[in-house]
Structures are given as structure tokens and as C-alpha cells.
């Protein structure tokens, strides 16, 4: 029987407790009092989840933090095209560009600012091309050049080197490099933040978790309509059983004020009905105080980081800066004390509508499935040295190991969550998502920190300032949507 049909009772809520003993984990139904017990399929659904070597299964405790940075609009191939062993540009490629009746190939592109180009669904789709990944020129020219006289956007077939952004090709050898890491959805970034903390991108009746509809342009954040996101997200099953968790904003939340604040699009929690339900408006706070709970060693067990628009790497805003602000955040990490227990999660939220070669997968049981591909990393002292993790991930996956780390396996699934939301599916449980768990290796010497330069001498020009501190002159109320 579907929930839906079912009687209220009978749509429990999920909490399993875990105990690790050596290289194998029991997970047991709680019953007690002031807890709410698992059926029976659920707790089978929850083991399933979590199947898999002994070993595995009791490492993933070894993580009490987990950090989840989210950077802007690149795609795979333009930061990662060429780096060994991993699913680059094929050799040959050249895409359609109508306006010089001709193609376009690949070229290394040493600048430092890019040229915003066309994301969202229908640019997505119409870059897939039906599984050719030949039109992203054509798409750029059809809706960037607006005037009769000849335009050419080849920019979209640039990609950047080793030495144009070494930190991230620093962490990728060290650490992990997630080489199939497609969008959640196929859409552009406010969908993109929403999958990334609840799963879905819906427009709902304000308040009504039963009435939201997918919808890959859902409504922003207004003043007008400051809580537009009815459904459920992680943090209602974090507070529930008592997992801290952070929600850091780089310079704040932009406001009239602080125009150069983390944009709506990147910091949509406070737009969720239950984070107001349960007060946890409180765990949104400001960069600083991340960086001063790295130090003290007192990070929450989940914390999301989102950037303002010039540390985004949005273009046009300036790779070097981006990288910067990201090496601080991870070497704040790496230099406290949390670094021993903790896993790093480094990933950009959609292509930007630069090129990429690998076509999605065919997974859309919501009206919003898989993406084009974008960079993706995990940092720990327990990922697998310089390891290239081929298998199909999104954003899905890192719900899913929050879950099965501090959650028991519990989904946000509104069968046995406590809060009954309209979403078709589990996105967590689709066969074709890979774990995150394979890019660990729990039972290896612990990694030391790798502390960066933020500031490495690169070859993007124009060379970046002293101090990679250089910013573009433009915020999010001016470049519309990202």
C-alpha cells in the first residue's frame, strides 16, 4: 500500500541506533520511551542501505564531521578535462558553431575571468543534444548574441590546466577525484542548493508540504514570499535526533545592506517551512564562525559552506579568488582539530554551460533528472590517495552518507519521517547512485593535513593580485540568475 493511502498511525518514523564493534555493525530497532520505533520495513530498507563489507560499514563513524563546500558553474572537463585517468575531453572533438559555419575545438583557456554562459533546463538539454554533447556553442550564440552583426562564443570550449588552478589538482592527486559527478538535476543553481539539502526542487502552496510540485524554476526567496519551500529537508531529520549541523554564509546573507553577501539562489534554508517549525534559523550563521569552530576543534557533526559571489568562481568572477577563499576553508579544517575525524566534501553545483563530454544518465523519476557533469572531490584523512571514483554520483550522495553516518540509514522519505511531503521519490535509494563510501579506506594510516598556499603562482592572466584577493565588480543583484 502506498503512504499516501495509509492511516496516519501506520506511518511511523525511522530511528536506528548504531553500534560499531570491530569490523562489523548490528543495527538494532529502538522501542523505548520517548523515541519513536521503526517498522520492520523500514529497518530492512535502512540494513539495505548500509550492506556492504563489515569493515566499511564501521569506518564511516570514524567521520563525526562531515563538510560540504559548493562552489559555482564549471564543468568537469573545463577544470578536469585533461587530468590522468580520469573520463576527459576525447581526442577530435569539435562542436558545431553555426555563426562560423563551422567547429570548435577544445583550447586551453589561461583566463582568469569567464564569460557567463546560458545554464538552466533548456540549455542543458539542448547542450546534451540528445546524447551528441555537441551543442554547447550553438546554445551559447542562439541566446547570448542579441544583435544582427556576427557573434562567435567559442569561450564555452575553453577548459583550464593543472596550472591554472593547482590547489584543486593538489587535492584531487592527495585525496579524490569524484570523475562522475553529475548535477542533481538538470537546471541551473537554485535547484541545484535545494537537491543538495533535501532532495528535491518543488513549488509548493506556502505551507503545505502535500501540495509541492517539481519544478526545475521554482519560486525565490522575496520579501513578499520569504518561505516558498514546503517540503522537507536534511535538517528536520538532523534536529530530530539530535545532530548538530551549521549552515555557514561566506560575508553573510546579501541583504540591502550587504550587497556582497551569499546570494538567495546559494542560501535557501531559510525559504524551508520546517526550518522555521523546529526554530533552527540559529544554524545559519557566518563564515567567521566556522572558521573560529575549525580552530577550536568544535565543528558541528554537518556543516554546508556557501560562497558570496566574488569567492564563487561564477563567472565572470575570478578563478584565483575562488580558489583562495576555498583553500582557506580547507586549510582551517586541516590545521584544527577536527581534521582527524572529519571528511571534506568539495563540488560545483552546475556546468556553467562550459563543455562537457559525458552524457548523463537516463535517471528522472521527478521530472528533474541527472545533470551535466561538474568537479567533484572528497578530502580525508581516510579517502584513497589519488584515487579517480568512476561510479555515477550526485549531490544524492551526500544526503545519503549523512544519513547512513549519523541517521542509521533513515531517509528523508516521507513514509517514516515524521513529515509527509508530496516528493515521488527517494533519491538516496536509486540503484544507479553510487556511495561515497568506496572513496574511503578506513583501515590505512590516517592522512596528514595537505596545507596549501591559497595563493599558488599560476599560469591565468591576467596574473592574479597579491593575496588572490582581487574582486569583480559585479554581486548577485546585478548578474541575475546563477
Same mark, same amino acid.
Given at each position: 500500500?502506498?503512504?499516501?493511502?495509509?492511516?496516519?498511525?501506520?506511518?511511523?518514523?525511522?530511528?536506528?541506533?548504531?553500534?560499531?564493534?570491530?569490523?562489523?555493525?548490528?543495527?538494532?530497532?529502538?522501542?523505548?520511551?520517548?523515541?519513536?520505533?521503526?517498522?520492520?520495513?523500514?529497518?530492512?530498507?535502512?540494513?539495505?542501505? !548500509?550492506?556492504?563489507?563489515?569493515?566499511?560499514?564501521?569506518?564511516?563513524?570514524?567521520?563525526?564531521?562531515?563538510?560540504?563546500?559548493?562552489?559555482?558553474?564549471?564543468?568537469?572537463?573545463?577544470?578536469?578535462?585533461?587530468?590522468?585517468?580520469?573520463?576527459?575531453?576525447?581526442?577530435?572533438?569539435?562542436?558545431?558553431?553555426?555563426?562560423?559555419?563551422?567547429?570548435?575545438?577544445?583550447?586551453?583557456?589561461h583566463r582568469d575571468s569567464n564569460m557567463n554562459f546560458p545554464h538552466g533546463g533548456a540549455p542543458s538539454n539542448a547542450d546534451v543534444n540528445g546524447g551528441k554533447m555537441n551543442?554547447?556553442?550553438?546554445?551559447?550564440?542562439?541566446?547570448?548574441?542579441?544583435?544582427?552583426?556576427?557573434?562567435?562564443?567559442?569561450?564555452?570550449?575553453?577548459?583550464?590546466?593543472?596550472?591554472?588552478?593547482?590547489?584543486?589538482?593538489?587535492?584531487?592527486?592527495?585525496?579524490?577525484?569524484?570523475?562522475?559527478?553529475?548535477?542533481?538535476?538538470?537546471?541551473?543553481? !537554485?535547484?541545484?542548493? !535545494?537537491?543538495?539539502?533535501?532532495?528535491?526542487?518543488?513549488?509548493?502552496? #506556502?505551507?503545505?508540504?502535500?501540495?509541492?510540485?517539481?519544478?526545475?524554476?521554482?519560486?525565490?526567496?522575496?520579501?513578499?514570499?520569504?518561505?516558498?519551500?514546503?517540503?522537507? *529537508?536534511?535538517?528536520?531529520? @538532523?534536529?530530530?535526533?539530535?545532530?548538530?549541523?551549521?549552515?555557514?554564509?561566506?560575508?553573510?546573507?546579501?541583504?540591502?545592506?550587504?550587497?556582497?553577501?551569499?546570494?538567495?539562489?546559494?542560501?535557501?534554508?531559510?525559504?524551508?517551512?520546517?526550518?522555521?517549525?523546529?526554530?533552527?534559523?540559529?544554524?545559519?550563521?557566518?563564515?567567521?564562525?566556522?572558521?573560529?569552530?575549525?580552530?577550536?576543534?568544535?565543528? #558541528?557533526?554537518?556543516?554546508?559552506?556557501?560562497?558570496?559571489?566574488? *569567492?564563487?568562481?561564477? #563567472?565572470?568572477?575570478?578563478?584565483?579568488?575562488?580558489?583562495?577563499?576555498?583553500?582557506?576553508?580547507?586549510?582551517?579544517?586541516?590545521?584544527?582539530?577536527?581534521?582527524?575525524?572529519?571528511?571534506?566534501? @568539495?563540488?560545483?553545483?552546475?556546468?556553467?554551460?562550459?563543455? *562537457?563530454?559525458?552524457?548523463? #544518465?537516463?535517471?528522472?523519476?521527478?521530472?528533474?533528472?541527472?545533470?551535466?557533469?561538474?568537479?567533484?572531490?572528497?578530502?580525508?584523512?581516510?579517502?584513497?590517495?589519488?584515487?579517480? *571514483?568512476?561510479?555515477? @554520483?550526485?549531490?544524492?550522495?551526500?544526503?545519503?552518507?549523512?544519513?547512513?553516518?549519523? !541517521?542509521?540509514g533513515a531517509r528523508i522519505n516521507p513514509a517514516t519521517d515524521g513529515r509527509p511531503d508530496s516528493r515521488p521519490s527517494i533519491r538516496e535509494n536509486a540503484k544507479i547512485l553510487?556511495?561515497?563510501?568506496?572513496?574511503?579506506?578506513?583501515?590505512?594510516?590516517?592522512?596528514?593535513?595537505?596545507?596549501?598556499?591559497?595563493?599558488?603562482?599560476?599560469?591565468?592572466?591576467?596574473?592574479?593580485?597579491?593575496?588572490?584577493?582581487?574582486?569583480?565588480?559585479?554581486?548577485?543583484?546585478?548578474?541575475?540568475?546563477?
Amino acid at each position: 500500500m502506498h503512504y499516501l493511502h495509509m492511516p496516519e498511525q501506520l506511518r511511523p518514523r525511522v530511528l536506528i541506533r548504531r553500534r560499531v564493534m570491530l569490523a562489523a555493525v548490528t543495527l538494532l530497532a529502538a522501542a523505548t520511551a520517548g523515541t519513536i520505533g521503526a517498522t520492520a520495513q523500514a529497518q530492512q530498507a535502512n540494513r539495505a542501505q !548500509l550492506r556492504g563489507t563489515g569493515t566499511a560499514v564501521a569506518g564511516i563513524h570514524l567521520i563525526k564531521h562531515i563538510i560540504i563546500i559548493t562552489q559555482e558553474n564549471r564543468s568537469f572537463d573545463s577544470y578536469f578535462g585533461h587530468y590522468p585517468g580520469a573520463d576527459g575531453i576525447p581526442s577530435g572533438v569539435c562542436v558545431p558553431d553555426p555563426a562560423a559555419k563551422s567547429c570548435d575545438k577544445p583550447y586551453v583557456d589561461h583566463r582568469d575571468s569567464n564569460m557567463n554562459f546560458p545554464h538552466g533546463g533548456a540549455p542543458s538539454n539542448a547542450d546534451v543534444n540528445g546524447g551528441k554533447m555537441n551543442g554547447f556553442v550553438a546554445v551559447a550564440e542562439k541566446m547570448l548574441c542579441k544583435t544582427s552583426a556576427p557573434c562567435r562564443l567559442p569561450g564555452v570550449m575553453g577548459y583550464h590546466t593543472a596550472t591554472d588552478i593547482p590547489n584543486y589538482w593538489a587535492y584531487a592527486r592527495h585525496f579524490v577525484l569524484n570523475s562522475h559527478m553529475f548535477e542533481a538535476a538538470h537546471s541551473w543553481s !537554485l535547484p541545484s542548493h !535545494l537537491y543538495l539539502l533535501s532532495g528535491w526542487s518543488a513549488r509548493c502552496t #506556502p505551507g503545505n508540504p502535500m501540495s509541492c510540485i517539481g519544478e526545475g524554476m521554482p519560486p525565490e526567496r522575496t520579501p513578499s514570499n520569504p518561505i516558498p519551500f514546503a517540503w522537507t *529537508d536534511l535538517t528536520w531529520l @538532523l534536529h530530530r535526533y539530535h545532530v548538530s549541523w551549521g549552515f555557514y554564509l561566506d560575508h553573510g546573507a546579501i541583504s540591502a545592506t550587504n550587497p556582497n553577501g551569499v546570494s538567495v539562489h546559494w542560501n535557501p534554508l531559510p525559504g524551508f517551512t520546517d526550518v522555521h517549525q523546529d526554530n533552527q534559523l540559529g544554524s545559519i550563521r557566518p563564515l567567521t564562525v566556522f572558521m573560529s569552530q575549525a580552530s577550536a576543534g568544535t565543528l #558541528p557533526k554537518v556543516s554546508w559552506v556557501s560562497p558570496n559571489f566574488a *569567492d564563487s568562481e561564477h #563567472p565572470p568572477a575570478l578563478i584565483s579568488t575562488g580558489q583562495d577563499y576555498v583553500t582557506k576553508v580547507i586549510n582551517a579544517v586541516m590545521s584544527g582539530p577536527n581534521w582527524k575525524s572529519s571528511a571534506i566534501f @568539495l563540488a560545483w553545483d552546475d556546468w556553467g554551460g562550459f563543455y *562537457d563530454n559525458v552524457v548523463p #544518465p537516463n535517471y528522472n523519476p521527478d521530472g528533474l533528472g541527472y545533470g551535466i557533469r561538474v568537479p567533484a572531490m572528497v578530502i580525508s584523512p581516510y579517502a584513497r590517495q589519488g584515487y579517480v *571514483d568512476s561510479q555515477v @554520483l550526485t549531490s544524492d550522495a551526500y544526503l545519503k552518507f549523512i544519513e547512513d553516518d549519523f !541517521l542509521g540509514g533513515a531517509r528523508i522519505n516521507p513514509a517514516t519521517d515524521g513529515r509527509p511531503d508530496s516528493r515521488p521519490s527517494i533519491r538516496e535509494n536509486a540503484k544507479i547512485l553510487g556511495n561515497l563510501l568506496n572513496d574511503f579506506n578506513f583501515t590505512q594510516t590516517p592522512l596528514p593535513p595537505l596545507i596549501l598556499n591559497p595563493c599558488p603562482a599560476t599560469t591565468l592572466t591576467p596574473k592574479p593580485p597579491p593575496g588572490c584577493n582581487g574582486k569583480v565588480a559585479l554581486h548577485a543583484s546585478t548578474w541575475g540568475p546563477s
